[in-house]
């Protein structure tokens, strides 16, 4: 199984609300990411987790918080966000040794949008 | 990540192999060329990855230049289903582990 699968595909919530991308794979992968994609541009990282634990966490505001609760899950919660967040969000995973950790398998994203 | 640059876009007719050039002039001696896709409305796809060697795997084929300062992902048969964006990436030997930092990538469109 190669597959990283993410929910909800489409999530549309307004700027007060509280919710959560999930993102699972079932691959033995100890490494898991975060990455945010503007329409027509590449996709930027926003976090890494090596081993459960947040290694990088690439200057993201407080309004995004991430969850690894074990090896297989991610779970990317929000809250007070803002319409420029509106973005398709998309997790990977990867192995962790040698030149693995950047042979990424990646969901197909969610796409989210901030009223 | 070592500075890549590649074309905005290229043109393929659908049957005829893609050549997809990358340079990379500020790579460092152990550091390794990724190359992913993405296409339009999915998340980016591994393709293949190299350090000195060319590589070949059932999705395409990379070619690296002897002095390592550029590279070209061949898709040997393009078809219609090869549209997508194309980025050549070279992560840092420095990065903490794992970060991908994308590019703007080579938008290719195969053409019937």
């Known amino acids: 199984d190669t597959e990283v699968t993410q929910t909800p595909k489409h999530l549309v919530m307004g700027m007060t609300n509280k919710k959560s991308l999930k993102c699972e794979q079932h691959?033995?992968?100890?490494?898991m990411y975060w990455y945010k994609q503007k329409a027509k541009k590449p996709p930027e990282l926003m976090f890494v987790?090596?081993?459960?634990?947040?290694?990088i966490n690439e200057s993201v505001p407080s309004r995004f918080s991430p969850e690894c609760p074990n090896s297989s899950l991610l779970n990317l919660h929000l809250h007070a966000l803002q319409p420029e967040d509106s973005a398709l969000y998309l997790c990977?995973?990867?192995?962790?040794?040698?030149?693995?950790?950047?042979?990424?398998?990646f969901g197909p994203g969610t796409r989210l949008t901030v009223t | 990540d070592a500075k890549t640059t590649q074309p905005t876009s290229m043109d393929c007719a659908e049957g005829r192999a893609a050549n997809l050039p990358c340079n990379h002039s500020?790579?460092?001696?152990?550091?390794?060329v990724y190359w992913y896709r993405q296409i339009h409305s999915q998340g980016p796809q591994y393709i293949i990855h190299g350090l000195k060697n060319n590589e070949t795997n059932e999705m395409a084929s990379l070619i690296i230049t002897e002095d390592r300062k550029s590279s070209t992902l061949i898709l040997p048969h393009a078809t219609l289903r090869d549209t997508a964006v194309y980025y050549c990436?070279?992560?840092?030997?420095?990065?903490?582990?794992?970060?991908?930092?994308f590019g703007q990538g080579t938008e290719l469109s195969v053409k019937p």
């Open positions: 990977a995973s990867s192995q962790l040794r040698g030149s693995r950790p950047y042979e990424q398998y």
């Open positions: 990436i070279v992560p840092s030997l420095y990065n903490q582990g794992g970060e991908l930092i």
């Open positions: 691959m033995g992968h100890r490494a």
């Open positions: 987790y090596s081993y459960e634990k947040l290694s």
């Open positions: 500020t790579i460092s001696g152990n550091e390794y």
